[in-house]
Nanobody
Framework: QVQLVESGGGLVQAGGSLRLSCAAS????????MGWFRQAPGQEREFVAAIPWSGGNTYYADSVKGRFTISRDNAKNTVYLQMNSLKPEDTAVYYC????????????????????WGRGTQVTVSS
């Protein structure tokens, strides 16, 4: 089992920045990759970004490419999402997820790929 706890959400003006953190605990050795999803009111949960635990290519949704950066600190068992140039449409609850799937990259954008989920952190971007 893996436990994930997100933090760093809050209120920010359009054009501003936030950095989200996701701290993992438990059976960390079983994790192959970590991802971020978000869900706005009345919308489906959507993929934001993903990163392999031990190195490799990162993946981003088209809507955040060039603005968001996913990174990791294995010593702290933590994954980050640096969000720059925030827009009101970025407002959502952001969820951290972890997958044990070895061949995760081909389905990185699918929620079903991920085995563990955090409870989410609210990001609100005002105009």
């Amino acid at each position: 089992q893996v436990q994930l706890v997100e933090s760093g959400g809050g209120l920010v003006q359009a054009g501003g920045s936030l950095r989200l953190s996701c701290a993992a605990s438990g059976r960390i050795f079983s994790i192959y990759a970590m991802g971020w999803f978000r869900q706005a009111p009345g919308q489906e949960r959507e993929f934001v970004a993903a990163i392999p635990w031990s190195g490799g290519n990162t993946y981003y949704a088209d809507s955040v490419k060039g603005r968001f950066t996913i990174s990791r600190d294995n010593a702290k068992n933590t994954v980050y999402l640096q969000m720059n140039s925030l827009k009101p449409e970025d407002t959502a609850v952001y969820y951290c997820a972890a997958t044990r799937l070895v061949d995760w990259t081909v389905v990185a954008y699918k929620g079903a790929t991920y085995d563990y989920w955090g409870r989410g952190t609210q990001v609100t971007v005002s105009s």
